[in-house]
């Protein structure tokens, strides 16, 4: 009895916490989902067109990757059976990593169960308490989470702001060099190549010149550009001419690619220090051979005649929905200019993203003009705090090759219909 006293207490103290979050608009729930990923999903017995997936060439559940995926798990079997140092490293995590180094053009990779994991074990095992790690205000929570957990000391610099980072670099300069009795202190830099709530470009050309001149190391998360920039769909490092000059290349296998993993491209000397130094990826169970078997089709999807056929297809749906949202966006913001998007010039080709943020602002706004939208068939979900700062929550749309031009036209209708109602 007394036990359970002790577990109601524990409840209650939980649920205080949750109303807590409930009336901040906040509060957030899981949607189950009867069907597979894809432009249209089932939820609660009713379909309803999808502009919510990161899975932007409608790969997660294309032919292709589900066949890679169950001859894998007819050779491999469905579990791995313990971390890849301890019980041998199935052949489908070889094919995956060589199929990745060749795509990105480096020496080797090192996929991980998560792009979370990627970025844990990476810099973790790069930067210590005697190093700094420098990071964009906007970086994803996986990157924030590993940068606190490494003890290196952390700054912010404000988003794509060259001049902060450069003051910042400048004094990280000043005090390793004051401090040249002990081991030289490292500075790694971190930022997305594409954000991913605001759907912007980071300028990677002055980040890599400025951390060329102070000698610092770069770390660029494509978590978003992958399979979708540059000549060889490599990324905006590969867009921006740059991929030569970034030390460590991260990105997920779960997004444009279609599976699931995350993973490290780099020197042979980066993937060798990581396999000994990354904790995600040593004390973790390999992730099922089927995901690696899966990644490595999309891989190689992407890259192919059909791959270039959905960049194009997603590219002219983005081209038709990007100036509406932006301009239903500045509607409802009255013009001001959130750190997105909006600042940058609408049609030119360098600025295209697969991500379209819809800015709201009050999160319960957001979250009734998300609801509104599913009555109406359409998924599209808000986004708020913590994802987004307070009072930027927002309607966080993507479409998929795989969306025909009616709905993204549906699409358009229901947000200016409901966007006029609203504001
Ligand atoms: C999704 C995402 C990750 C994490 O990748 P997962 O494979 O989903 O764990 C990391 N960084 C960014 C920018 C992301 O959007």
């Known amino acids: 009895m007394v036990i359970c006293g002790r577990l109601n207490a524990f409840d209650d103290d939980l649920q205080q916490r949750l109303d807590a979050i409930r009336e901040q608009g906040l509060y957030r729930e899981l949607r189950r989902v009867d069907s597979a990923q894809g432009p249209r999903i089932e939820i609660a017995g009713r379909m309803l067109l999808n502009f919510s997936s990161n899975d932007y060439l409608g790969l997660a ?45 480096t020496e080797a990779a090192l996929s991980f169960s998560t792009g979370y994991a990627a970025a844990l074990g990476a810099i973790t095992a790069l930067v210590g308490k005697d190093d700094l790690i420098i990071l964009d205000k906007l970086v994803h929570a996986s990157i924030v989470d590993a940068a606190r957990l490494s003890g290196a000391k952390l700054r912010v610099f404000d988003h794509n702001d060259l001049n902060d980072l450069e003051t910042i670099l400048k004094w990280a300069d000043k005090i390793s060099k004051a401090e040249s009795g002990k081991r030289k202190a490292k500075t790694l830099v971190v930022t997305e190549s594409v954000f991913s709530m605001d759907g912007d470009h980071a300028p990677l050309g002055e980040i890599v010149t400025l951390k060329e001149k102070y000698g610092a190391w770069l770390m660029v998360d494509e978590a978003h550009a992958t399979g979708l920039f540059g000549e060889n769909r490599r990324g905006l490092s590969e867009a921006t001419g740059v991929s030569d000059r970034v030390e460590i290349q991260m990105g997920t296998l779960g997004k444009a690619l279609g599976a699931s993993g995350g993973y490290i491209c780099g020197s042979r000397t980066l993937i060798d220090f990581l396999v000994n130094r990354a904790r995600s990826f040593i004390f973790s169970t390999a992730p099922v051979p089927a995901a690696a078997a899966a990644a490595t089709a ?22 038709r929905v990007g100036a509406d949202v932006r301009r239903l966006s500045n509607s409802l913001t009255g013009g001001q200019k959130s750190q997105s998007l909006l600042t940058s010039s609408p049609t ?12 709201v602002g009050e999160e319960t706004k957001a979250v009734s003009i998300s609801s509104v939208l599913r009555e109406r068939g359409l998924f599209v979900p808000a986004i708020r705090y913590p994802t987004v700062a307070r009072s930027a929550a927002r309607l966080r749309i993507t479409v998929a090759a795989t969306h025909t031009a009616e709905d993204v036209l549906q699409l358009t209708a229901a947000l200016s219909q409901i966007v006029n109602r609203k504001s």
């Open 348 to 359: 030119s080709k360098e600025n295209l993203s697969p991500i379209l943020p819809l800015i």
């Open 61 to 105: 559940n294309h032919p292709a990757l589900k066949e890679a995926a169950l001859k894998a798990v007819e050779k491999f079997g469905a579990g791995a059976g313990a971390s890849r140092l301890i019980c041998g490293s199935l052949a489908p995590y070889h094919e995956l990593e060589g199929t990745l180094a060749a795509f990105k053009g």
């Open 298 to 319: 999309g891989i190689q999807f992407v890259q192919c005649g059909e791959g270039e056929k959905l960049r194009s297809l997603l590219w002219r749906h983005i081209d």
